[in-house]
């Protein structure tokens, strides 16, 4: 007898629930539908999010979202539907997968290492730069036989006939003697 | 004074200059430049690739037909099992007005032409299915139809819109091209052509 008047008692309380989970099923806002539908662009319109587009096939999309929310499906659920039916294309975040990991992820993470890895070497050959500036000229003269080993005779002093430095070097003396007559003719 | 002064005789004896060690820095980067160039490239080919044109093969495709409205006892099929009947087909969407026009005359098509060897094949571009079942109720249509399915098929034809035709003969090969609705007069001049091939 009690546990009759207990299963009466469950019964009249599942009855009582039935119209308001389908009221809540039923009721689900425009604001919510939107907070899906802007995670999803529209097929027919290039580059317009779902909940700003104003054709009939966006419509008929935000409806369907409506539906599956009311059928207790989640947001991810939903756009994982739309993705499946109508292609990664459609979501406003496109799956890390495939050729969009490459062009959304990789690509710019490369490019910004590859930035900053030319802009080190940049700053670095800067750096280099000055300390050779300011260091002692390299004698441009190669080493070797017949070349000079000593300092650099100076072609411009003033002299007459004999070249103002020797080195040592009959056949060079001789050489820089001309050129020095040379310069002054 | 015959002798000569050596003076560029001495940079040709100068030891060679040690070849630099490939850096494996700079054989990073060259990389990552020639990956990024052939991603671009990758990219712009795909872009710019060309919608299948009247007298090219046109490119197979799967389909997973409604349910009630498959072809030939079949759930799925393929372009390819329909190899040796002329395909016409049909882009189509429920919320576009110009389909209206054209569906009637493609169920005209269907049951006219199905026993001679034409599929009439549905397509269902970015459509909502409940709403396509009901569109397809609305018009009492029997023939073949199928969702575009990830917009894989309207993606490969490149297609511009909805309603739009392909017309295929037996080889494969497209026939013609319909943007807009079909209408009778040009499905009973293009299909006997194709099926007296």
Redesign the interface.
């Known amino acids: 007898m009690r546990k009759n008047v207990i299963r009466w008692l469950l019964l009249v309380l599942l009855l009582a629930l039935l119209p308001v989970a389908v009221h809540a099923q039923d009721d689900i806002s425009d604001d919510e539908v939107n907070e899906v539908a802007k995670d999803l662009y529209c097929?027919?319109c290039e580059s317009t999010p779902l909940d700003v587009c104003p054709?009939?096939?966006c419509?008929?999309?935000r409806?369907?979202i409506r539906t599956k929310l009311a059928a207790g499906d989640t947001r991810q659920d939903v756009l994982d539907y739309f993705a499946?039916?109508?292609?990664d294309?459609v979501l406003a975040n496109p799956p890390r997968r495939g050729i969009s990991l490459?062009?959304l992820w990789v690509?710019p993470v490369?490019?910004v290492?590859?930035g900053g890895?030319?802009f080190f070497?940049l700053l670095r050959g800067m750096r280099v730069a000055p300390t050779a500036a300011g260091g002692p000229l390299p004698n441009p003269?190669?080493?070797?036989?017949?070349?000079p080993t000593g300092p650099l005779p100076n072609l411009f002093a003033k002299g007459e006939g004999a070249p103002t430095a020797k080195t040592g070097d009959e056949?060079?003396d001789?050489?820089i003697a001309r050129v020095e007559r040379d310069l002054k003719q | 004074?015959s002798?000569t002064?050596?003076?560029t005789?001495?940079?040709v004896?100068?030891p060679a200059k040690p070849r630099r060690p490939l850096r494996l820095?700079m054989v990073?980067?060259w990389l990552?430049?020639l990956?990024?160039l052939a991603?671009l490239g990758w990219?712009l080919l795909n872009t710019t690739a060309a919608r299948p044109e009247v007298g090219q093969p046109a490119p197979d495709f799967d389909v997973a037909f409604f349910d009630g409205f498959g072809w030939d006892g079949r759930t799925t099929a393929n372009l390819q099992d329909m190899r040796g009947q002329v395909v016409v087909l049909n882009f189509w969407?429920?919320?576009c007005v110009e389909c209206r026009d054209e569906t009637p005359v493609l169920e005209s098509a269907w049951q006219k032409y199905a026993d001679q060897g034409v599929v009439v094949l549905g397509v269902a571009?970015?459509?909502?299915?409940?709403?396509s079942l009901a569109y397809m109720d609305d018009f009492g249509v029997s023939f073949p139809h199928a969702?575009d399915?990830?917009?894989?098929i309207s993606?490969t034809y490149e297609i511009t819109?909805v309603p739009e035709t392909f017309i295929i003969d037996k080889e494969g090969v497209i026939r013609h091209v319909q943007i807009g609705a079909v209408n009778e007069a040009m499905l009973d001049q293009i299909i006997p052509e194709l099926l007296a091939q």
């Open positions: 097929p027919v054709t009939q096939a419509a008929d999309w409806e369907l499946r039916q109508y292609g294309g490459i062009v690509l490369l490019i290492l590859l890895l030319l070497r003269l190669p080493k070797g036989e017949g070349a056949s060079l001789d050489y | 004074m002798e002064i050596p003076t005789q001495t940079a004896d100068q820095t990073l980067v990552a430049v990956g990024l991603i990219g969407a429920s919320w571009y970015a459509d909502v299915e409940p709403n969702p399915l990830g917009t894989d993606q819109g």
